[in-house]
């Protein structure tokens, strides 16, 4: 799961980010509102979590723009405490949660995992290919309806895959999906070491993961 966190006050953001790292959430911080429209630019998300008020503007206005390009990314929106106005605007605007501050970290990390459960189960709990079947909202992969144990960065890039299957993703667009910005120490060849894990995992489900040189890598249904 990747998360994008637009939050100016530093301190909090740092906690928020490091609560969710060691949750297993790729956590991306934009202190400003410009900042938070330029990563959405480059970079798509599982899930927002926007402060309300920033020191270019409102948050709502990231979660206007992303209403009227018809994305239903998940948007919790953090306000002032009695700020009884702004949340009331910001759910009628799109917003899908918000939470109070001050606020339990534990809490927004329930909230958030909440949320994207929701988005998922709306696109369907199941994904099937052959004999593998995949459900990210339950965290679950099975073959043959047998369970395979995968670690959460294996799970990420699964589903990557399995969104995408046929489809030639290049090591650039799955790295984004499994690290965030802040993971400045983690290589491109980390892709090529979780590609290796996930295909021995796979092996007898009915699907395989293609290289394809200097392009990327497919997912395909054996024939």
Do not use: W
């Amino acid at each position: 799961m990747r998360l994008l966190l637009v939050e100016d006050t530093g301190d909090v953001a740092d906690a928020i980010s490091a609560s969710f790292e060691r949750a297993g959430i790729a956590c991306d911080i934009a202190p400003t509102l410009a900042d938070g429209q330029a990563c959405l630019d480059v970079q798509r998300y599982d899930v927002v979590v926007l402060d309300i008020h920033l020191p270019d503007g409102l948050g709502t206005d990231i979660l206007l723009r992303l209403r009227r390009n018809k994305d239903t990314t998940p948007v919790l929106m953090l306000t002032a405490q009695f700020a009884v106005d702004d949340r009331i605007t910001a759910l009628n605007q799109g917003a899908d949660d918000y939470l109070v501050k001050p606020f339990d970290l534990r809490e927004l990390e329930a909230r958030v995992r909440a949320l994207v459960r929701r988005d998922q189960n709306q696109k369907g709990a199941e994904i099937a290919i052959a004999r593998l079947a995949f459900d990210p909202a339950a965290k679950v992969v099975r073959i043959d309806g047998s369970l395979v144990t995968m670690t959460r960065r294996e799970m990420a890039l699964l589903n990557i895959f399995m969104r995408n299957p046929g489809a030639v993703l290049s090591k650039e667009r799955l790295f984004d999906g499994l690290f965030s910005f802040e993971d400045s120490e983690v290589s491109l060849n980390a892709v090529e070491l979780y590609v290796g894990r996930l295909r021995k995992k796979l092996v007898n489900s009915g699907t395989s993961i293609e290289t394809l040189r200097g392009l990327g890598y497919r997912l395909n249904a054996d024939a």
